[in-house]
């Protein structure tokens, strides 16, 4: 077994990397990666999933650049890089992802916890054992997010929390929330914020879905009535919890630049289904072909700028403001997409449910309504533009929250 | 920025060298002034070439480095950022593409050592009317006498005055629109028969239309071969139409660049007028246009330098993309500068006029997104 640790050869590791998926993922999940949205989605684990799961768990792969002494892979960028093309080859998917705890909430702790906060809660992440979930935004603080109110006041051994927290996405099926409470409200809004770690199973927590214009969603209404946390739970300094929470949305941004996009099939294929070709073998509309056109050109491009990003740092896997600007592209081209599949299936672009419409077409108006939250959720494009203002181009900060 | 080789990356930082301290805004300004009859400064240009810059892409047996065209690209970024004016695109690239490419022994020889060197000026000519449509060609190749009689009309030439040679594309079968029947022909300036008349274009560089009044020619001036001149043609555009991208890319970041620096300079009700948000949006979207079109130039151009199968996409994607950029930026840097960019002693004006120029060149946003969506089978 090679060190992956170390300077070694990444086509060895490869090599490695191949030979233990094909040991280890189960033949009837290969091709499936729609399981992972499954298991995203609270689904059962069972059967060879759940072998698949454990397999994971133990090489500690699900976070392969987490280090190994805290269950993680250990691996190096580029090694991460590497084996996530030997999953993609093989149709493999990552089991472990459910939740935010690997995405956002896991490398904050790395970044910004205490050793024994690290133990406690990093192995459960990689082993899959916990699911995380967020509590961020308020009813009176969605873009303005240090206007939250929610207070944790300090009971002697224990915080105690108050208030209510709103698009906690998977809150009903968490089992931690990583939230921002108020700790001291004497002092300018963004110096009384803390990063507090509470346990959801507890009697002052409540937990109520929220319907959304798509219909159900993973979105909840999260209330905290008394609820505790124990006083070595809070990630970071007290009143620190700005420039803790700031570096987790920067986490969750890079998970929000389109990777996924490079997966799908190329538009043209629906609009030559729905609308056909002329004579000549252009698109029958051709005001939906230039846009069609534009809307593919913007998808390459955005891919192309991925690409470029990850080859110029190198495998170094370190977000940057740059996501920023990525988060907005991959925005644009989903919606863009979204808009131009409805358009293309003209009245079957209309389906809301039942058998009138196959279920590509209602899945399709579906997404086009649920994908409208990607320009609001994680700092709306607005919000990325004031940090792009600020960040890269150094315009003066108008708002003082970026 | 692509992953430069360490070559690539002292070639760049060359480059940027001489343009900001050789060749700056106020360069071409003075140019301009002058009313220089060829749009660009030859001492200038025999400056590049003496670093080497016109023979980037020509191979080392005919008097070049062989570099590749994402290291022409980097030094069309760096002149482009400072709107250097030359035929470093229009001859160093375009034409010598067309040479390296399709080019016969005694062609190459006769004239890539001199395009390496900077003592000839070669360029192409393609279009007929107004608009980039190089399959349109009416322009006749009739045999006759020893080879044939070309007659009809070229228009905006670029270096067209400038050139001693020009690769033509003339019709020897089919009828316009066809990519059957054209032919290329490497036809010299100096060629009885042809008359080339000055361009005055509003971005002040070097164009001709030109006559084609039964002007004969050999045999062996055929580039490539009779009647099956399209695909040469083609993928020649392409690497003039990426060439392009790139100047347009350090253009659109220059303009942005000066942009910015008056947004934070620039005081109005006692604050820098980048302080408000409905400026501070419109440049962040510009940065992020900015982005996406680096990605698209460096892509096509590195793809023409493997010759992989989608490099035609890629040059199309690069144009349409960069060209929608500049446009936003070259308008946007007149209007953020409000008063100060609408008189002609400010560049802002300069980077406007050049936009339009390099738009139209090798095809604008129009022709590129109806040919990429050919390309992609719709």
Not at chain 1, 322 to 351: C, D, F, P, Y
Request: glycine share 12%; charged share 20%.
């Amino acid at each position: 077994m090679a060190d992956f640790g170390g300077e070694v050869d990444l086509e060895a590791f490869r090599t490695e990397a191949r030979a233990w998926l094909e040991a280890n993922l189960p033949v009837s999940l290969r091709g499936k990666t729609s399981l992972a949205m499954a298991v995203m989605e609270g689904n059962p684990v069972d059967g060879d999933l759940l072998l698949w799961k454990q397999a994971m768990a133990e090489k500690g792969w699900g976070t392969p650049t987490w280090p190994k002494e805290y269950g993680g892979g250990g691996l190096s960028g580029p090694q991460a890089q590497v084996l996530q093309q030997e999953m993609n080859r093989i149709g493999g998917f990552n089991p472990l992802a459910a939740g935010m705890g690997i995405s956002m909430v896991g490398p904050t702790i790395l970044e910004y916890g205490t050793e024994a906060q690290k133990r406690r809660h990093i192995p459960r992440i990689c082993k899959g054992e916990v699911r995380w979930c967020l509590g961020y935004s308020e009813p009176g603080a969605g873009s303005d997010l240090a206007a939250l109110q929610t207070r944790a006041v300090d009971a002697g051994n224990q915080w105690v929390v108050n208030g209510s927290k709103i698009w906690t996405s998977g809150a009903q099926y968490s089992d931690w929330c990583g939230c921002l409470v108020r700790t001291n409200p004497e002092a300018r809004k963004h110096d009384g914020i803390s990063f507090l770690l509470i346990d959801m199973h507890q009697p002052g927590v409540e937990v109520r879905p929220i319907k959304l214009i798509a219909g159900a969603s993973p979105f909840c209404e999260t209330f905290f009535t008394d609820a505790r946390a124990e006083k070595d739970e809070m990630l970071g300094e007290e009143n620190n919890g700005w420039t803790v929470g700031k570096r987790l949305l920067q986490h969750e941004r890079q998970g929000q630049t389109g990777g996924a996009l490079m997966r799908e099939a190329p538009l043209s294929d629906l609009a030559r289904a729905y609308v056909g070709l002329d004579d000549e073998g252009k698109l029958a509309d051709r005001d939906l072909r230039t846009r069609l056109a534009s809307h593919m050109i913007d998808a390459k491009a955005h891919q192309l700028t991925i690409a470029r990003v990850q080859a110029e740092a190198r495998g170094s896997v370190n977000p940057s403001a740059a996501a920023s600007g990525l988060k907005n592209s991959a925005t644009h081209v989903a919606q863009t997409r979204a808009e131009l599949s409805l358009e293309i299936m003209g009245s079957r672009g209309l389906g809301w449910e039942g058998d009138g419409f196959t279920s590509q077409e209602l899945e399709t108006v579906r997404g086009w309504l649920g994908g409208k939250a990607m320009s609001i959720y994680g700092g709306s494009q607005e919000i990325q533009n004031n940090i792009i203002s600020k960040r890269i181009l150094g315009l003066p900060d108008m708002t003082k929250s970026v | 920025m692509a992953v430069l080789t360490e070559e690539q990356t002292l070639l760049r930082d060359a480059a940027r060298n001489w343009a900001q301290e050789k060749s700056p805004v106020s360069a071409f300004r003075k140019m301009r002034d002058s009313g220089a009859p060829l749009g660009y400064d030859p001492a200038a240009f025999a400056e590049m070439a003496a670093m080497g810059w016109a023979g980037v892409i020509i191979p080392e047996a005919y008097g070049g480095s062989d570099f590749g065209y994402l290291s022409l690209g980097l030094i069309l970024e760096e002149t482009g950022r400072t709107l250097t004016a030359s035929p470093l695109l229009a001859s160093s690239l375009a034409a010598a593409s067309a040479l390296i490419l399709g080019g016969s022994e005694a062609q190459k020889q006769a004239w890539l050592p001199k395009l390496a060197e900077g003592e000839a000026v070669a360029t192409l000519a393609v279009d007929e009317g107004p608009r980039h449509d190089p399959a349109g060609v009416k322009l006749k190749a009739e045999k006759g006498g020893a080879g044939y009689v070309l007659t009809g009309e070229k228009s905006f030439v670029l270096e067209g005055m400038a050139a001693s040679v020009l690769v033509v594309s003339a019709r020897t079968g089919g009828k316009p629109g066809d990519t059957d029947g054209i032919t290329l022909f490497l036809v010299p300036a100096d060629a009885a028969g042809m008359v080339r008349k000055p361009l005055k274009l509003a971005d002040s560089r070097g164009a001709a239309d030109i006559s084609f009044q039964g002007v004969s020619v050999g045999a062996d001036a055929v580039l490539g071969e009779e009647g099956k001149g399209w695909a040469l043609l083609d993928k020649t555009l392409d690497r003039a139409r990426a060439g392009m991208a790139a100047e347009m890319l350090g253009a659109a970041h220059q303009a942005f660049d000066m942009t910015l620096d008056y947004l934070k300079t620039r005081v109005q009700f006692d604050q820098p007028i980048g302080g408000f948000q409905a400026l501070q949006h419109r440049a962040a979207h510009m940065f992020g246009q900015l982005e996406l079109s680096r990605s698209c130039v460096e892509a096509a151009l590195t793809a023409i330098d493997q010759d992989a199968p989608d490099a035609a996409q890629l040059a199309s994607l690069a144009k349409a993309k960069m060209g929608e950029t500049l446009y936003l930026v070259s308008n946007e840097t007149i209007q953020m500068h409000g008063g100060i960019g609408m008189t002609d002693a400010h560049d802002a004006g300069f980077y406007l006029k050049r936009a339009r120029s390099a738009e139209a060149a090798y095809g604008g946003r129009a022709f590129h997104r109806d040919r990429y969506a050919t390309l992609n089978g719709f």
